[in-house]
Every structure is written in structure tokens, then in C-alpha cells.
């Protein structure tokens, strides 16, 4: 349970630079060799949403995720989840 706290915390943070900033991201390592970057990029009331993966080393970044949709539905939605799964800090 703690790994699943701490990557809601940092995913949490992420999302609030975003919208306090227009801009956010976090790192989340994988299971199993390799790690994941959380991008959030918002522009005016719309978030974009990208998760990129790579194995490190000398691999490139591959996507994984993009979408694009209302930045208070994603903070409000992110939000319930959380609480909802009793991940907050």
C-alpha cells in the first residue's frame, strides 16, 4: 500500500503544478525494468494527459497514453479516486 500512496502523492502533485502552473510531471518506476513518465500540460480550461514508458539505458521514450479532456473533470476525477482507493498522505 505504501508504493500505491506515494505514486498517488507524486501523481497528485503533478496534476496540481499543472494547474496552478500550466505544467506538471512525475517519474514512477515499473515493476519490472523500465520506468514511467506522467506529463500534464494544460491550456486554459483543457488537460492534456501523456504517459510515456521507456527501459532506460539507451531505449527511447515510447507513449503509452495521451488524452485530452476538461481540466477540472480530471482533477476532480483523480481527486475521488484517491480518496475513494484511501491513498491520500
Known sequence: MHQARAG?????RALDDAMATGYGECFWPAFIGG???????REGDALEVIAMWTRGGVS????????????????ESLAAEVARLKLSD
Request: charged share 20%; net charge positive; aromatic share 24%.
Open 60 to 75: 527511447t521514450w515510447e507513449h503509452v497514453f495521451r488524452a485530452r479532456d476538461g481540466a477540472a473533470f480530471v482533477a
Open 8 to 12: 498517488a502523492g507524486s501523481l497528485t
Open 35 to 41: 520506468q514511467y513518465w506522467w506529463i500534464f500540460k
